[in-house]
Structures are given as structure tokens and as C-alpha cells.
């Protein structure tokens, strides 16, 4: 027999959760002032006068150490629960464990031979 009655906390969550910023975006459009002007349309700069373009291109370096940093915060998140339920969830959760993090130290021996992890 299927309840579908439990999921009614989570359905009612999903939709107030996805109208907040609906409505927010809407409201916003409404009472935000319209004002376009060159000056509006300027690049604010310190209150100095722009100088040049304002397009600059990054080296590739900076991207792929922010790349590499967002795997590793990813895999504190993913590690976390497994920490906390070790002993609850048994042997094969840890093997899974093991398996994530060894797929994750390749994946960062691979970016240290590559230079990713290397700043100057």
C-alpha cells in the first residue's frame, strides 16, 4: 500500500521553497526605480574615472585551482554523513567510502602532475 500522504511536508516545502524567490524577483522588478543614464551604464571603479577595457582575461591557472577546491569541499560534504552513521551502516558503506576517496586521490594526483595545484 502506497501512502502518498507522507509526502505531503515535502510537497508543501518544494512549493513554498520555489515561490520565495519567484516572488522576490517579481517584487523587485515592480518597485525597483528605472533609471538608465551614462552614468548608470558606466563601470563603478572607486569612485576614480574608468581606465581601458573593462574585459580582462584570467589566466586558466586561477579557474582550475578554484575547480580542484570545490571537488575537495564537495567531498567533505559527501564524507561527512558516512562518518556519522559508520556504525550504524556497516562494512559495505565503508568500502564505498574507500572507493570515493581513492577515486578522489587519483583525480588530485592527476591535477598535481598537471600543474592545477601549482600557483605561480
Known amino acids: 500500500m502506497f ?16 515561490l520565495i524567490p519567484i516572488l522576490a524577483f517579481i517584487i523587485s522588478g515592480i518597485l525597483a526605480p528605472i533609471s538608465k543614464g551614462p552614468e548608470k551604464l558606466s563601470s563603478y571603479e572607486s569612485g576614480i574615472e574608468p581606465m581601458g577595457d573593462a574585459w ?13 577546491f570545490v571537488v575537495f569541499d564537495v567531498e567533505t560534504v559527501f564524507l561527512y554523513p558516512w562518518a556519522i552513521g559508520f556504525d550504524i551502516l556497516g562494512i559495505s558503506v565503508f568500502i564505498e567510502a574507500l572507493i570515493f576517496v581513492l577515486i578522489l586521490i587519483i583525480g588530485s594526483v592527476y591535477a598535481w602532475r598537471k600543474g592545477a595545484l601549482e600557483w605561480s
Not at 516545502?13 to 520555489?18: A, D, E, P, Q, V
Open 3 to 18: 501512502l502518498l500522504y507522507d509526502y505531503d511536508i515535502f510537497w508543501a516545502f518544494l512549493i513554498i521553497s520555489s
Open 56 to 68: 580582462l582575461q584570467f589566466r586558466i591557472r586561477y579557474y582550475m585551482f578554484a575547480l580542484v
